[in-house]
């Protein structure tokens, strides 16, 4: 079977360690999480969790059927083959240095990246898109000197239910 990033969707109850259960039953069973992001929904009462993982149907069957046991688990859904949007955000520090200043600022126009901060010695941006943009920004901007980096990991909203 085909191995495939999934993303999985889960609604749960907002209480202290959900998160660390969930993770660390599913780390204890060698499920490997990917990219992880938390927050409460509109009813602080319940949180989202969006994780990624890499598997195939049968594993990501096993990791739902796992999460589903989970007395504080709503609701789970792989948002993989539905209806879905699903973004990320980078924040991207880049050293200016005097033989790469034109490239980064054409690269900054030409891609239309957000700029959050500059100076004399750095540049900030802010980038959002899906894997496919990201990746293909991280290609572009490697070659100039990336100084550090912070990932959101996916964030996904169904469209219909």
């Not at 259960?21 to 990917?34: C, F, P, Q, S, V």
Request: glycine share 4%.
């Amino acid at each position: 079977m085909e191995k495939k990033e999934h993303i999985i969707s889960i609604l749960v109850y907002n209480k202290p360690d959900v998160l660390a259960r969930i993770a660390g039953t599913l780390g204890g069973k060698g499920y490997n999480i990917e990219s992880l992001c938390v927050n409460t929904t509109t009813s602080y009462e319940i949180s989202k969790i969006v994780m990624t993982t890499v598997g195939n149907q049968a594993t990501v069957t096993r990791i739902e059927n796992q999460l589903r046991r989970f007395v504080d688990v709503i609701q789970v859904d792989d948002l993989t083959n539905i209806e879905s949007i699903h973004r990320e955000m980078i924040l991207v520090r880049l050293n200016i240095t005097s033989d790469k200043k034109d490239q980064i600022k054409k690269a900054i126009d030409t891609y239309k990246w957000k700029v959050l901060l500059l100076s004399d010695s750095y540049v900030v941006l802010e980038i959002t898109g899906d894997k496919p943009q990201i990746d293909f920004a991280l290609a572009r901007l490697e070659p100039l000197g990336i100084a550090d980096i912070t990932r959101t990991g996916i964030v996904a909203l169904q469209l219909e239910d």
